[in-house]
């Protein structure tokens, strides 16, 4: 593990890529933590669906804390685990109703960062990636969240030896240089998709190939990818 080689990686990325931009830097922190809880298990494009049918048949989280469960499942649907997910949504909201009076996570403002993790995980269906989330996207904490494209590229590159996400996040997070997390996050998950891919990596354009440990590189030439990335969290707010 180093932090020399992650704050290299940082930059390297940042030149191929350029400094990722959050759309909305003043994000609702609630919408974060929605959002972020619809998007576990699927992709982009299902959970911000199920999002915007959300904010739209509930534009005041209130309301959504005093609603049915079944009805929360119907405009979340296309996200999958309508009914857990609906579950989690609706026992954060009333959580949040019944100790602070209002639906609002500002009290976390003023909290150390673990801690407000901590808070966060002690409720069902809130993982530690969810809360990350909120941390770095919503109250700009320099906390990287790590998904499987951040997993494996790490791993790959040998910056990181860990056998899952959750244990690369514990040392990725140990290591992580001054206010690299959001740079980071959406640089690295835009690398996975497009070219530390899961099958066939595209070793051959990759800007990282001196770096990497990698023992098993793909050096023949593969199609770029022809996809858009999108980035939910980013677009969220
Ligand atoms: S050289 Fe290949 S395996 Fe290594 S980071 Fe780049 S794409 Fe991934």
Redesign the pocket.
């Known amino acids: 593990m180093s932090k020399e080689k992650l704050s290299k990686i940082n930059k390297i990325l940042i030149k191929h890529y350029g400094l990722p931009r959050q759309e909305n830097p003043e994000p609702d922190p609630l919408d974060i933590l929605i959002a972020t809880i619809l998007s576990q298990n699927t992709n982009d494009r299902n959970s911000y669906k199920s999002f915007l049918n959300l904010k739209k048949k509930y534009p005041d989280w209130k309301a959504c804390a005093r609603a049915e469960i079944t009805s929360l499942e119907e405009p979340i649907k296309s996200a999958g685990f309508s009914h857990p997910k609906a579950r989690a949504i609706k026992e954060i909201l009333n959580y949040l109703l019944e100790n602070y009076g209002k639906v609002s996570l500002d009290f976390l403002k003023d909290m150390d960062t673990d801690r407000a993790i901590e808070s966060l995980t002690s409720h069902k269906g809130i993982g530690i990636k969810t809360a990350q989330c909120v941390m770095m996207f919503a109250f700009h904490r320099n906390v990287c969240p790590v998904d499987r494209h951040i997993f494996r590229?790490l791993n790959?590159?040998g910056v990181i030896k860990a056998t899952t996400p959750e244990k690369t996040s514990l040392q990725l997070n140990k290591i992580l240089p001054e206010a690299s997390a959001h740079s980071l996050h959406a640089n690295l998950i835009r690398f996975g998709r497009e070219?530390?891919r899961q099958t066939l990596?595209?070793?051959s354009i990759?800007p990282?190939?001196e770096i990497?440990e990698?023992d098993n590189?793909?050096l023949t030439e593969v199609n770029e990818y022809k996809g858009g990335t999108f980035l939910l969290l980013d677009h969220v707010g």
Do not use: F
């Open positions: 590229a790959r590159i070219i530390c990596p595209n070793c990759c990282l190939l990497c990698y590189k793909n």
